[in-house]
């Protein structure tokens, strides 16, 4: 079985300040996606990276695959309170995606 | 174009009670996804249909659960006894079919007293 552990779990800032959360596996994945969910809404893709090594900048979020593809990183630069969510991570495994736990992000003004 | 619709938003039931959840994916997607996301984790895929065939059940609980998708297009997803652990939100996703990138509806809540 596939999982991908996300961390923090959990992350508290103030508005303007840099975050980093991560995505983990043992296993290699052939696409990973992140996506971000708001309370009672499903999840909406943010970017999908596919070549180990790449970097990808979506205005101050950039995701980053691992060059082994086996994990990812999201960025935020000057957080503000419309990032506060859920961002999860998703390994794609043939068209089916094994997601994580997720970190749960909330930017105080 | 609109998005997958999903009803009900809410459901609160009693154990044992059977409790039934309806989608309609995007026009044209050829994939529909059920999710299961139990509070604090991601979601958990329950099934997977390609045009009106499951492609992939194996994490569907078959005692209780049962999922269709008639003609191709809506799908319906029922549980039938429910019991407390069943208590989750329930997302149902769709796709073209030829790329993994899935479009999510808002999810049923459903609570299971």
């Known amino acids: 079985t596939q999982l991908l552990e996300q961390s923090p779990q959990f992350l508290s800032i103030q508005e303007g300040e840099n975050l980093t959360v991560y995505c983990n596996s043992s296993s290699v994945f052939s696409s990973l996606q992140w996506y971000r969910q708001e309370p009672g809404e499903g999840p909406v893709l943010l970017v999908t990276?596919?070549?180990?090594?790449e970097v990808k900048k979506l205005k101050r979020l950039t995701f980053q695959f691992g060059d082994a593809r086996k994990d990812s990183s999201l960025h935020i630069t000057a957080a503000q309170p419309g990032d506060t969510g859920l961002y999860l991570c998703a390994g794609a495994d043939g068209n089916k995606l094994v997601f994580g736990a997720g970190t749960i992000l909330r930017v105080k003004s | 174009e609109a998005g997958v619709a999903q009803s009900p938003r809410y459901k609160i039931i009693e154990k044992r009670q059977s409790v039934a959840f309806w989608c309609n994916p995007i026009?044209?997607?050829?994939?529909l996804y059920w999710y299961q996301q139990i509070l604090g984790q991601g979601p958990k895929l329950l099934i997977q249909f390609q045009n009106n065939g499951v492609v992939d059940d194996s994490q569907l609980p078959k005692d209780r659960f049962s999922a269709e998708r008639l003609k191709g297009v809506d799908s319906t997803l029922k549980i039938q006894p429910a019991k407390l652990e069943d208590s989750a939100v329930y997302l149902c996703?769709?796709?073209?079919?030829?790329?993994?990138?899935?479009?999510f509806g808002p999810g049923t809540r459903l609570t299971v007293l």
């Open positions: 996703a769709s796709s073209p079919g030829a790329t993994v990138e899935q479009f």
């Open positions: 026009s044209g997607h050829a994939t």
């Open positions: 990276v596919v070549t180990g090594g």
